[in-house]
Nanobody, 119 residues
Framework: VQLQASGGGLVQAGGSLRLSCATS????????MGWYRQGPGKQRELVAR????????????KYADSVKGRFTISTDNAKNTVYLQMSSLKPEDTAVYYC?????????WGQGTQVTVSS
């Protein structure tokens, strides 16, 4: 199983970006998908996560307080893909963003994608 993240880039403060993370490989069920980030000199932190509708009624979300109201996590269960729509971006959102998925009782990480927000 592999996770492929995309969509990062450079954006001005107040702008928007949409991150995508597609899964590939042999997958039976996905229990949880999410995004984490690691800013310069900081520890990796949870940004948002969502339970998968494949094995649950699905769609239960959790957000870091710092992104509530600005970021939205969603999934396309048919494509086993998780998205992170980021709006009203701030310089403090600058970080490497990593997608994460709990698939078939195993935790997987994608490669990071850089998000840089200029002031």
């Amino acid at each position: 199983v592999q996770l492929q993240a995309s969509g990062g880039g450079l954006v001005q403060a107040g702008g928007s970006l949409r991150l995508s993370c597609a899964t590939s490989g042999s997958i039976f069920s996905i229990g949880l998908m999410g995004w984490y980030r690691q800013g310069p000199g900081k520890q990796r932190e949870l940004v948002a996560r969502i339970t998968s509708g494949v094995i649950t009624s699905g769609g239960i979300t959790k957000y870091a307080d710092s992104v509530k109201g600005r970021f939205t996590i969603s999934t396309d269960n048919a494509k086993n893909t998780v998205y992170l729509q980021m709006s009203s971006l701030k310089p403090e959102d600058t970080a490497v963003y990593y997608c994460n998925a709990f698939i078939d009782a195993t935790n997987y990480w994608g490669q990071g994608t850089q998000v840089t927000v200029s002031s």
